[in-house]
């Protein structure tokens, strides 16, 4: 298998044959290389989690070279190589050390062209690594210190300080301190020449660094580095996806939806991902609850409707980005999936790079849009059916969503509806008998205007209406010979003394079986009742 460290092996075995150069008769003050394990020498071997680059630098200081970029030339390692992790560097680095090759192939970031680089069978882009500044946690390198005389030699740079992700110092839970690099050339850095203090100054730094734990996405992160198992939906992810996702979901609860990613400084990256973690470590179902408590803010603060920067802020802008990388994992389809189900999406629009082919919700405005109908006339439809919220009326016409089917129904039967002073004619009632079928249920108004005569102003639906005179129409067949002594609805109410409310009631509830049509008429007023049945009826 063509492995990393298979290559450092192949490597290790064709550099064995060249022998290392001297250093240059300006740079040493006697013989500069003496091979490990010779006389002069005191043989080093790569810490646990030590960056290749820190490794080179202690051999450097281990053979009094004060420059590692002389170090690695004299022994015909170009320091780019280096850099980038090619097999020929790696390989020659363990070869002039006598260096198993495994444990350095294990923490180093090996170049794959384009800005990413392999890491632990992960492939992570340059932007997650830590290149410009030097980082480091005092504490540890007061630890090094102790076990050596000098720091050249002694201090190691953790292959952990080297990703971005990591902020916080997991063994001693300080905030890592930074300090800026003044050229590219300083990536070939060593740690004694960029942190200068020892002893006491250390540990007064230490002292007035921020305490803060690792967060959980760098506890993570470093884990899966490690080969260890997390939450399923993240380890479904590349890392840089798990890590990106999280700290962008974060960056909305963190600092609201409208900050600009230039103005957060790397504690708020630490912060935003500590605030994402709380929703991705719970997979999908912890997205659903996230999108929807965005949406819960924005609507209180008056945003939403069709402006998704405005409810998923960066998160949603990052999505935008096609880049290099088109793919920006799962969370993706996640919350086009949620704005489809949850908010205003016209269908045809292109979402999140795919179109919108069926709408769910509405906003009243667009509602309004779409079918012509006045603003606020259907906006009281909506709430007089219940579908917009008493405690939501403050709430302007575009934030205002309902559910589409729902929606669609209301409008088509405003669309058609009918005012009070038609329903007589269409019923073939007189309007008292239409004023007790809406006290009873049986009509119900689409909406009613505020002020005096309010019933007459509501509008019904027409359809609602022939559904009730279909229903008459089945409880009173037309009848061709009409019984002696069966009356119209108002002599019915007169004669027998029965309420008209009542003796409706009762008509739609199939207690009366003495009720018929007279041939060829239609609506209440051909209604004929068995009058001597009501006066027996109880009610």
Same mark, same amino acid.
């Given at each position: 298998?063509?492995?990393?460290?298979?290559?450092?092996?192949?490597?290790?075995?064709?550099?064995?044959?060249?022998?290392?150069?001297?250093?240059?008769?300006?740079?040493?003050?006697?013989?500069?290389?003496?091979?490990?394990?010779?006389?002069?020498?005191?043989?080093?071997? @790569?810490?646990?989690?030590?960056?290749?680059?820190?490794?080179?630098?202690?051999?450097?200081?281990?053979?009094?070279?004060?420059?590692?970029?002389?170090?690695?030339?004299?022994?015909?390692?170009?320091?780019?190589?280096?850099?980038? +992790?090619?097999?020929?560097?790696?390989?020659?680095?363990?070869?002039? $050390?006598?260096? #198993?090759?495994?444990?350095?192939?294990?923490?180093?970031?090996?170049?794959?062209?384009?800005?990413?680089?392999?890491?632990?069978?992960? @492939?992570?882009?340059?932007?997650?690594?830590?290149?410009?500044?030097?980082?480091?946690?005092?504490?540890?390198?007061?630890?090094?210190?102790?076990?050596?005389?000098?720091?050249?030699?002694?201090?190691?740079?953790?292959?952990?300080?080297?990703?971005?992700?990591?902020?916080?110092?997991?063994?001693?839970?300080?905030?890592?301190?930074?300090? $800026?690099?003044?050229?590219?050339?300083?990536?070939?850095?060593?740690?004694?020449?960029?942190?200068?203090?020892?002893? #006491?100054?250390?540990?007064?730094?230490?002292?007035?660094?921020?305490?803060?734990? $690792?967060?959980?996405?760098?506890?993570?992160?470093?884990?899966?580095?490690? +080969?260890?198992?997390?939450?399923?939906?993240? /380890?479904?992810?590349?890392?840089?996806?798990?890590?990106?996702?999280?700290?962008?979901?974060?960056?909305?609860?963190?600092?609201?939806?409208?900050?600009?990613?230039?103005?957060? #400084?790397?504690?708020?990256?630490?912060?935003?991902?500590?605030?994402?973690?709380?929703?991705?470590?719970?997979?999908?179902?912890?997205?659903?609850?996230?999108?929807?408590?965005?949406?819960?803010?924005?609507?209180?603060?008056?945003?939403?409707?069709?402006?998704?920067?405005?409810?998923?802020?960066?998160?949603?802008?990052?999505?935008?980005?096609?880049?290099?990388?088109?793919?920006?994992?799962?969370?993706?389809?996640?919350?086009?999936?949620? *704005?489809?189900?949850?908010?205003?999406?016209?269908?045809?629009?292109?979402?999140?790079?795919?179109?919108?082919?069926? &709408?769910?919700?509405?906003?009243?405005?667009?509602?309004?849009?779409?079918?012509?109908?006045?603003?606020?006339?259907?906006?009281?439809?909506?709430?007089?059916?219940?579908?917009?919220?008493?405690? /939501?009326?403050?709430?302007?016409?575009?934030?205002?969503?309902? /559910?589409?089917?729902?929606?669609?129904?209301?409008?088509?039967?405003?669309?058609?509806?009918?005012?009070?002073?038609?329903?007589?004619?269409?019923?073939?009632?007189?309007?008292?008998?239409?004023?007790?079928?809406?006290?009873?249920?049986?009509?119900?108004?689409?909406?009613?205007?505020?002020?005096?005569?309010?019933? /007459?102003?509501?509008?019904?639906?027409?359809?609602? $209406?022939?559904?009730?005179?279909?229903?008459?129409?089945?409880?009173?067949?037309?009848?061709?010979?009409?019984?002696?002594?069966?009356?119209?609805?108002?002599?019915?109410?007169? &004669?027998? &003394? @029965?309420?008209?409310?009542?003796?409706?009631?009762?008509?739609?509830?199939?207690?009366?079986?003495? *009720?018929? &049509?007279?041939?060829?008429?239609?609506?209440?007023?051909?209604?004929? *009742?068995?009058?001597?049945?009501?006066?027996?009826?109880?009610?």
């Amino acid at each position: 298998m063509n492995t990393p460290e298979t290559q450092a092996r192949v490597g290790c075995a064709s550099w064995k044959a060249t022998p290392p150069r001297a250093c240059s008769p300006h740079r040493q003050r006697g013989p500069f290389w003496t091979p490990i394990g010779g006389e002069h020498s005191t043989p080093i071997d @790569i810490r646990q989690d030590e960056t290749p680059v820190s490794f080179a630098a202690r051999l450097s200081a281990l053979h009094g070279c004060p420059s590692l970029r002389s170090f690695l030339t004299d022994q015909g390692i170009s320091p780019s190589d280096l850099l980038h +992790g090619t097999r020929q560097a790696i390989g020659r680095l363990c070869a002039v $050390a006598g260096q #198993d090759p495994a444990p350095v192939w294990r923490n180093t970031a090996v170049s794959q062209g384009n800005q990413t680089f392999a890491l632990r069978r992960e @492939i992570v882009p340059a932007s997650m690594l830590v290149r410009e500044e030097t980082r480091f946690c005092p504490l540890c390198l007061h630890e090094d210190d102790l076990g050596s005389d000098s720091p050249g030699i002694g201090r190691h740079d953790r292959l952990a300080w080297s990703l971005r992700v990591v902020t916080s110092c997991p063994r001693h839970d300080l905030a890592l301190i930074l300090r $800026a690099r003044e050229h590219r050339e300083n990536m070939l850095h060593k740690l004694a020449l960029h942190v200068p203090e020892r002893g #006491d100054e250390l540990v007064a730094r230490a002292s007035t660094a921020l305490r803060r734990e $690792a967060s959980p996405l760098q506890t993570y992160v470093l884990r899966r580095l490690e +080969g260890r198992k997390g939450p399923d939906w993240l /380890d479904g992810q590349t890392l840089e996806q798990a890590v990106k996702a999280t700290q962008m979901l974060g960056m909305g609860f963190a600092f609201g939806t409208s900050v600009r990613l230039g103005s957060v #400084d790397r504690d708020g990256w630490d912060l935003a991902g500590r605030r994402g973690w709380e929703w991705v470590s719970k997979g999908e179902p912890g997205l659903q609850a996230a999108f929807e408590a965005l949406q819960a803010t924005a609507f209180a603060q008056g945003q939403g409707g069709q402006n998704y920067f405005s409810v998923f802020g960066q998160l949603y802008r990052w999505l935008l980005e096609p880049g290099d990388r088109s793919d920006h994992g799962p969370i993706k389809q996640v919350l086009r999936d949620h *704005i489809v189900r949850n908010m205003d999406v016209c269908v045809g629009r292109d979402l999140l790079g795919q179109p919108v082919e069926r &709408r769910c919700k509405y906003a009243v405005q667009s509602l309004a849009l779409e079918t012509g109908l006045h603003r606020q006339t259907l906006r009281k439809v909506l709430e007089a059916r219940g579908l917009i919220a008493a405690k /939501d009326a403050g709430k302007g016409n575009a934030l205002l969503l309902v /559910d589409a089917d729902k929606a669609r129904a209301a409008a088509a039967a405003l669309r058609r509806s009918v005012p009070f002073v038609q329903l007589p004619a269409l019923l073939a009632a007189t309007r008292p008998i239409v004023t007790c079928l809406i006290e009873l249920g049986l009509l119900t108004p689409l909406h009613r205007s505020s002020g005096e005569n309010t019933r /007459d102003k509501c509008g019904f639906d027409a359809r609602e $209406a022939e559904r009730l005179l279909k229903r008459l129409h089945d409880l009173a067949p037309e009848m061709p010979d009409m019984p002696p002594g069966w009356v119209t609805l108002r002599q019915c109410s007169k &004669r027998a &003394r @029965i309420p008209m409310q009542q003796i409706l009631q009762a008509i739609f509830r199939g207690r009366i079986t003495g *009720i018929g &049509r007279a041939r060829g008429d239609l609506g209440f007023g051909a209604l004929r *009742i068995d009058i001597e049945e009501m006066r027996r009826l109880s009610f």
